[in-house]
């Protein structure tokens, strides 16, 4: 089983649009996924169709110990999904509990009994308790580049994080950069993605995500790129990029 | 003197770089205009071409009581700007002071001793101290969406937060919407547009901010758009959404 976080702290770089359309099209190439949203905001819960106050998922979990089987919501044969639930804010709040506040989530993921080929964690824009979870549960980490200078800015900084938490707890994570919202024509793009291949060559996915408005559109459905046009270049984007997932593929 | 807040819960909508270029554009007005960062990342600070380890900022004064008349650094004749500071990601997770925790700012505010026509404060994309802070502090807030489904969604949700603490402290706060990264061409950026000037008629502000390439490369000069590209479309777009702010101007 592979966990993989998908991990950035600098915002609105497509971490929730990686998240369901990264993790629909592993399911279409035949694995059995569970994605899990570990964002107060619940955007992976939204884009997904889920919607409605009272809705719990993994904020029972974490909180008050609940059972993660009994929140796996199956949205197709091979895709699950566990929401975040409208009280995963109060974990950044937790006081009581010392370190152990941040391996909840690790702790429940051992109790999982569906055997999963993949576990996507869709994480929040900041590096609290909820983004440690995260890390501590899974063994890889997705970074997605926006083609712009902050973008790069926050890669460095997520990655010294990870690094810091590995030599602490004496622990590798296998670490993955993928480029997303990519326009070819803009020199800002290519300079960011040269940079990238330059100072990480082996963390560098080879498919990048390219800026397709279908893929911006498709949440307002409720739907994934793949429910909602299937021949598009998003959906073609996002299949090469499980086929990299799939084969270790860097670029 | 106007006190603004720059806040969404959504990340990536253009917080930060209304923040920088609406402060230009007002002190090219002939305001004198003070800039806080009040985010971890330091993205503000960061754009402004201020770099470095073992920067300080608004940080000290938050969490070591200091004056805030020392951190202000000098950008141009009439622009002021407090960086982040690399402590600051610390506030929320400051335990002890219970309510007082959250009125920081508002107290250092107070101890200004320049003058300034208006303060910007720019926020993280999260709802923690952090932006507790900057709403107890302002009397004003600003919310950038971005032309999609989920940056609506949080465009509620911030809403729904600032309602919930005005009715909690008796104090009522403007608001305004400000429509960023827009695309005329795309048809779900004309459907966000519509649908917010249906349901917040008065809060939107006349200017659309268009996307335009020039706004996201002026950050890695460490330069605002009236730096880098004066002649530019996003020049234009943030120098008529200042005369919006200075005429309180609804669309
Ligand atoms: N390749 C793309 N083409 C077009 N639009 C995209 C693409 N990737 C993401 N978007 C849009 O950009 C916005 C931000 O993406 P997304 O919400 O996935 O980022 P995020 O990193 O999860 O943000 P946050 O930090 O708020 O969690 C969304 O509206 C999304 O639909
Ligand atoms: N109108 C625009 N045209 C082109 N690019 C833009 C525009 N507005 C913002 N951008 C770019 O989009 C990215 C996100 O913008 P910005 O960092 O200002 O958002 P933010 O809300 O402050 O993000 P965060 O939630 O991470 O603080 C940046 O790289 C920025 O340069
Ligand atoms: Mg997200
Ligand atoms: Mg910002």
Redesign the pocket.
Known sequence: MRKISIISQ???VGKTTTSMNLSHALMLAGKKVLMIDMDPQSNLTASLGLHGPGLTGIDSVLLDQGDINQYIVNLKNGLDLIPAGDKLGELEFVTKGGAERGFRLEAALRKLKSKYDFVFVDCP?SSGLLGMNAIMATCEIIVPVSS????MQGLSRVLGIVQYIEEKLKRKNKKWIVLTRFQQRRRLAQEVKEKVYRYFPRLVLATSIRETVALAESPSYGKTIFEYRSASRGAQDYSDLAKDILNGERA
């Open positions: 600098k915002g609105g824009p712009d200078f902050l973008s």
